[in-house]
């Protein structure tokens, strides 16, 4: 029989390996679909390690897609992270909430989530009815991750995946 930290421990292993093959495409060579594909699903796996704790029905993460943005409310309300970070309490507070519009982005970007709309993964109809290919996209997140909010949100995204079981376990 499987135990609930058997799954937290493999989503965390799934989301080191996704969250790898993400910084193997930051390459401006890459087109930028495949890098928001591996940080959604990255993100989203590191969500569902935290979540597994605490979720009475482990099918309710297993089948969700929803899962960033309550690791980083869950996050943000740790009450001992602060410390851990060096910050004050209020301050980790801030900081989260500021993070939060882009985690949300990023999370939509999983096609169930998307609804029908721009995802780094199938193609969508636009606006005006025609067909967009994913490589084809520009994807307005991208110029976001750039911004102080998203990069900050990138360096906890590398922090929380490295130091998962320091912080969470």
């Known amino acids: 029989m499987t135990s609930r930290r058997d799954w937290q421990l493999a989503f965390l292993r799934q989301a080191r390996s996704d969250w790898e093959a993400y910084q193997r495409t930051i390459e401006k060579s890459w087109p930028i679909c495949h890098r928001l594909h591996f940080l959604q699903m990255a993100s989203e796996k590191l969500g569902k390690a935290l979540l597994i704790r605490s979720e009475t029905k482990l099918e309710r993460?297993?089948?969700?897609h929803a899962a960033f943005v309550k690791f980083m409310r869950m996050t943000g309300n740790n009450f001992d992270l602060?410390?851990?970070?060096?910050?004050t309490r209020p301050q980790l507070k801030a900081q989260f909430n500021q993070l939060l519009p882009v985690a949300y982005e990023i999370e939509i970007l999983a096609p169930a989530l998307a609804h029908n709309g721009p995802n780094p993964e199938y193609p969508w109809l636009?606006?005006?009815?025609?067909?967009v290919a994913p490589v084809d996209c520009s994807f307005p997140l991208?110029?976001?991750l750039a911004s102080p909010p998203g990069a900050q949100l990138l360096k906890n995204v590398n922090y929380f995946l490295a130091a998962f079981e320091k912080l969470f376990l």
């Open 82 to 87: 602060h410390l851990k970070l060096g910050i």
């Open 126 to 131: 636009d606006k005006t009815g025609q067909i």
């Open 142 to 144: 991208a110029q976001a």
């Open 61 to 64: 993460i297993t089948q969700s």
